[in-house]
């Protein structure tokens, strides 16, 4: 004898021996994401005052300075790279200007 189990289960609700669920299904949750602003980010890379080791500069950005150091956490996690946020600016360790304009464009910001 094979029952299938969707049919077992209507007619044990058509019984009234099993409680229909009734409730709403919960809205999705939007993820967060850094609001898009309507500036132009510019990306760049620095050696000046590094000892010779490259940094990639993000400039331009005017929101406040909570909103940047949650980018600026956000760009970290996504290329597993060190980095910090300091008057209006990000600075991520190495020569990534490429990744960082890709994902900045992918977050919605305008970045060159």
Known sequence: M???????LQALKDNGEVPVDNTPDPEPVQPDR????????????????RKGKTAT???GFTAGEEELQE???TIKQKLG?????????????GERRQEV???LQSLGYKAR
Not at 34 to 49: C, E, S, Y
């Open 57 to 59: 500069i993000i400039e």
């Open 2 to 8: 094979n029952i299938d189990w969707k049919d077992a």
């Open 34 to 49: 850094p609001r898009p602003f309507k500036g132009v980010l510019t990306v760049a890379i620095d050696r000046k005052g």
């Open 71 to 73: 980018l600026a956490r």
């Open 81 to 93: 790279a060190g980095g910090s946020t300091r008057d209006g600016e990000i600075l991520i360790q």
């Open 101 to 103: 304009v890709n994902l």
